[in-house]
């Protein structure tokens, strides 16, 4: 999902606000994972193996970083919430489907 790119309508904003919101707890977990295990970042962003095996690496991954967590082991210190995340990418442009969809989202805000 992208976010809309001149919203005019109060539930495209907030949309847009919800987008934003989210993609940086996403980011931001992902940047966790990333830093803790270097195998998810030093990839150069492609495949290293067929979708199913990166789908079953990642799972592991948060469930050997969720383990010292619920054993009250602390971890390092997470980035703050207020600093930019590096690196963010563009949205890529949206297809059609993806923009029907993002609309029927969007009227239920």
């Known amino acids: ?8 309508t109060p539930q495209e904003q907030r949309y847009n606000r919800a987008h934003a919101r989210s993609r940086t707890v996403v980011e931001r977990a992902i940047g966790l994972l990333k830093g803790r295990w270097l195998c998810l970042s030093n ?4 495949l290293q193996y067929k979708p199913e095996k990166v789908c079953h690496i990642i799972l ?3 469930v050997l970083h969720n383990l010292p967590i ?5 971890l ?7 600093e930019p995340i590096p690196n963010a990418e563009p949205f ?7 923009i ?3 609309e029927r989202i969007i ?3």
């Open 100 to 102: 029907q969809t993002r």
């Open 70 to 74: 619920r054993q009250a082991v602390p």
């Open 1 to 8: 999902m992208t976010p809309v790119a001149n919203p005019r």
């Open 92 to 98: 890529p442009p949206p297809n059609a489907a993806a």
């Open 60 to 62: 592991a991954c948060c």
């Open 107 to 109: 009227q239920r805000f």
């Open 76 to 82: 390092q210190e997470p980035p703050r919430a207020d």
């Open 43 to 46: 990839a150069g962003g492609t």
